[in-house]
Protein backbone atom coordinates (compact mmCIF):
# COMPACT_ATOMS: atom_id res chain seq x y z
CA UNK A 1 0.00 0.00 0.00
CA UNK A 2 1.11 3.46 -0.72
CA UNK A 3 0.74 6.92 -0.12
CA UNK A 4 -0.95 7.82 -3.28
CA UNK A 5 -3.87 5.60 -1.83
CA UNK A 6 -4.78 8.00 1.31
CA UNK A 7 -3.57 11.27 0.03
CA UNK A 8 -5.28 13.88 -0.38
CA UNK A 9 -5.30 15.23 -3.62
CA UNK A 10 -6.86 18.82 -3.50
CA UNK A 11 -3.45 20.26 -1.97
CA UNK A 12 -4.13 24.20 -1.23
CA UNK A 13 -0.19 25.73 -1.87
CA UNK A 14 0.80 28.72 -2.18
CA UNK A 15 3.32 30.48 -4.48
CA UNK A 16 6.69 31.69 -3.43
CA UNK A 17 6.23 35.67 -4.41
CA UNK A 18 2.92 35.59 -2.47
CA UNK A 19 3.25 37.54 0.88
CA UNK A 20 2.55 36.08 4.72
CA UNK A 21 -0.57 38.35 4.26
CA UNK A 22 -2.07 35.87 1.92
CA UNK A 23 -0.67 32.64 3.35
CA UNK A 24 -2.92 33.72 6.52
CA UNK A 25 -6.14 34.19 4.15
CA UNK A 26 -5.79 30.95 2.77
CA UNK A 27 -5.23 29.22 6.14
CA UNK A 28 -8.55 31.19 7.52
CA UNK A 29 -10.34 30.29 4.59
CA UNK A 30 -9.12 26.48 4.16
CA UNK A 31 -9.24 26.01 7.65
CA UNK A 32 -5.65 23.73 7.19
CA UNK A 33 -2.32 23.66 9.38
CA UNK A 34 0.61 23.10 6.53
CA UNK A 35 0.72 25.25 3.40
CA UNK A 36 3.48 23.92 0.89
CA UNK A 37 5.28 27.20 -1.24
CA UNK A 38 5.75 26.10 -4.57
CA UNK A 39 7.81 27.61 -7.56
CA UNK A 40 6.91 28.11 -10.97
CA UNK A 41 7.37 24.79 -11.68
CA UNK A 42 5.09 23.43 -9.20
CA UNK A 43 7.83 21.92 -6.97
CA UNK A 44 7.66 21.89 -3.25
CA UNK A 45 10.47 24.72 -2.44
CA UNK A 46 9.34 25.02 1.73
CA UNK A 47 6.25 24.98 3.60
CA UNK A 48 4.79 27.31 5.97
CA UNK A 49 2.73 26.22 9.46
CA UNK A 50 0.02 27.87 11.12
CA UNK A 51 2.38 27.79 14.02
CA UNK A 52 4.92 29.79 11.65
CA UNK A 53 2.24 32.29 10.94
CA UNK A 54 1.34 32.35 14.75
CA UNK A 55 4.56 33.10 15.80
CA UNK A 56 4.55 36.64 14.90
CA UNK A 57 2.19 37.52 16.80
CA UNK A 58 3.55 35.53 20.03
CA UNK A 59 5.30 38.25 22.38
CA UNK A 60 8.93 38.10 22.11
CA UNK A 61 9.23 37.14 26.25
CA UNK A 62 7.68 33.94 25.46
CA UNK A 63 10.84 32.79 24.41
CA UNK A 64 12.26 33.34 28.02
CA UNK A 65 9.55 31.78 29.98
CA UNK A 66 10.13 27.96 31.01
CA UNK A 67 6.58 27.57 31.66
CA UNK A 68 3.49 29.62 30.59
CA UNK A 69 1.01 27.89 32.90
CA UNK A 70 1.12 30.61 35.73
CA UNK A 71 0.60 33.14 33.23
CA UNK A 72 -3.72 33.32 32.90
CA UNK A 73 -3.71 36.40 30.63
CA UNK A 74 -1.69 38.14 28.37
CA UNK A 75 -3.32 40.79 28.64
CA UNK A 76 -2.77 44.03 26.39
CA UNK A 77 -0.58 41.54 24.18
CA UNK A 78 -3.44 39.75 23.27
CA UNK A 79 -4.28 42.53 20.77
CA UNK A 80 -1.29 43.23 19.15
CA UNK A 81 -1.45 42.18 15.31
CA UNK A 82 1.62 41.97 13.32
CA UNK A 83 2.53 45.03 11.11
CA UNK A 84 1.92 45.49 7.76
CA UNK A 85 5.28 45.66 6.64
CA UNK A 86 5.59 41.92 8.39
CA UNK A 87 2.55 40.91 6.47
CA UNK A 88 3.72 42.15 3.23
CA UNK A 89 6.93 40.49 3.03
CA UNK A 90 7.18 37.30 0.84
CA UNK A 91 6.35 34.09 2.14
CA UNK A 92 9.67 32.71 1.55
CA UNK A 93 11.05 34.95 4.65
CA UNK A 94 9.07 32.30 6.76
CA UNK A 95 9.64 29.62 4.92
CA UNK A 96 10.88 26.55 6.69
CA UNK A 97 12.39 23.31 4.81
CA UNK A 98 10.18 21.07 3.37
CA UNK A 99 10.29 16.90 3.66
CA UNK A 100 8.40 15.77 0.96
CA UNK A 101 7.37 11.72 -0.40
CA UNK A 102 7.03 10.25 -3.40
CA UNK A 103 3.25 9.24 -4.19
CA UNK A 104 4.70 5.94 -4.20
CA UNK A 105 5.92 6.07 -0.90
CA UNK A 106 5.09 2.73 1.68
CA UNK A 107 2.86 4.11 4.03
CA UNK A 108 4.76 2.33 6.84
CA UNK A 109 7.82 4.19 5.82
CA UNK A 110 6.03 7.32 5.14
CA UNK A 111 4.78 6.99 9.18
CA UNK A 112 8.47 6.26 10.70
CA UNK A 113 9.59 9.56 8.06
CA UNK A 114 6.89 11.26 9.93
CA UNK A 115 8.06 9.96 13.59
CA UNK A 116 11.41 10.73 12.66
CA UNK A 117 11.21 13.97 11.34
CA UNK A 118 8.29 14.93 13.75
CA UNK A 119 5.71 15.59 11.21
CA UNK A 120 2.17 15.92 11.39
CA UNK A 121 1.17 16.31 7.77
CA UNK A 122 3.77 15.98 4.64
CA UNK A 123 4.03 17.14 0.78
CA UNK A 124 3.38 14.15 -1.35
CA UNK A 125 5.48 15.02 -5.01
CA UNK A 126 5.90 12.70 -8.07
CA UNK A 127 8.78 11.39 -9.88
CA UNK A 128 9.02 14.90 -11.65
CA UNK A 129 9.14 16.71 -7.80
CA UNK A 130 5.78 18.26 -8.86
CA UNK A 131 3.16 19.04 -5.72
CA UNK A 132 0.63 16.09 -6.27
CA UNK A 133 -0.89 15.94 -2.64
CA UNK A 134 -0.95 16.03 1.07
CA UNK A 135 -0.81 13.55 3.98
CA UNK A 136 -1.00 13.46 7.20
CA UNK A 137 0.19 10.94 10.07
CA UNK A 138 -4.28 11.10 10.38
CA UNK A 139 -4.68 9.54 7.12
CA UNK A 140 -1.88 7.12 6.84
CA UNK A 141 -2.23 5.52 10.54
CA UNK A 142 -6.25 4.77 9.44
CA UNK A 143 -5.07 3.61 5.94
CA UNK A 144 -3.09 1.06 8.01
CA UNK A 145 -5.63 0.54 10.91
CA UNK A 146 -8.16 -0.35 8.21
CA UNK A 147 -5.99 -3.48 6.90
CA UNK A 148 -6.68 -5.03 9.79
CA UNK A 149 -10.28 -5.79 9.45
CA UNK A 150 -9.11 -8.20 7.60
CA UNK A 151 -7.07 -10.26 10.01
CA UNK A 152 -8.60 -13.40 11.10
Known amino acids: MTVSTCMKRHVVSIHSSDSIRSAAAIFVKKHIGL ?28 EFIEDVDFVHDFGAVETTRPDAETLDQPVTSILKSVFTVEEDCGLLRAYALMLQHNL ?21 GTKILSLWSSVE
Open 120 to 140: HDMPVVNKKGELVGITSRVDI
Open 35 to 62: LPVVDDKNKVIGVVGLRDLLTLEMPDFI
